[in-house]
């Protein structure tokens, strides 16, 4: 199960990440604003067995997921600088549901027909909405109200001590990883968010593993294949 994230990821993280698979270190240059330059979530999003990636994904980066023998459609709209152009492949699927918003790319709504579509107004869905288990934790009070209303186990946190240089906060989503059963947390313990993830992970029986010893980073997700 290698590993897709943000070039800037702290180097104790990586170096435990590296312990359990390679590391693929995504970085999009100019191609979005300096804050989300490393994160892939931007620019790639899994919907089943597929993997949807923006027209002008990092050619390293695609030539890396065409290495790893995956099922890749492209999307309609290439990633622009700023928000919205950046949201449009920021989603978050399960095999239930689709969290999307106005600004999603039409082939990730059309791959997305036979999922349970709840859309919301925030565009920076994978940032701020990650599941373990059967439950949810966001970072965003517009998704939890639309999840709460699915009667969907949603539990907010409050992302005001998420780092993202460059921004005045980054969000939960992007904190956040999975390797089998183990939760990887881009973050350390004896805080908020550490104390609510380790209260999910107990309720659905996952491992929660620390990746900082100081710090909470947004790093646009840890995705794995």
Known sequence: MPFILDYRCPTEAIEKLQKLDDVHYFNAGKIVYPAISGHPDIFMVKIGSKTVIA?????????????????????????????????????????????????????IRDLCSDLDIIEVKQGYIACNLAKIGKS???????????????????????PKSIILPGAGNGFIG??????????LFCGNKNNPIANLLEEICRREDKELVFLCNSGIYDLGGIISY
């Open 174 to 183: 992007g904190t956040l990883g999975h390797f089998g059963e183990k939760v």
């Open 55 to 107: 027209p002008n994904i990092p050619p390293d980066t695609f030539e890396y997921l065409k290495s790893l023998n995956l099922e890749l459609t492209e999307g309609k709209v290439s990633v622009g600088f700023r928000y919205p152009q950046t949201a449009q492949y920021n989603v978050f699927t399960d095999d239930n549901i689709a969290v999307l918003s106005s600004h999603t790319d039409v082939v």
């Open 136 to 158: 949810y934790i966001c970072s965003d009070r517009g998704i939890e109200k639309a999840m709460l209303e699915r009667s969907l186990p949603c539990f907010y946190t409050d």
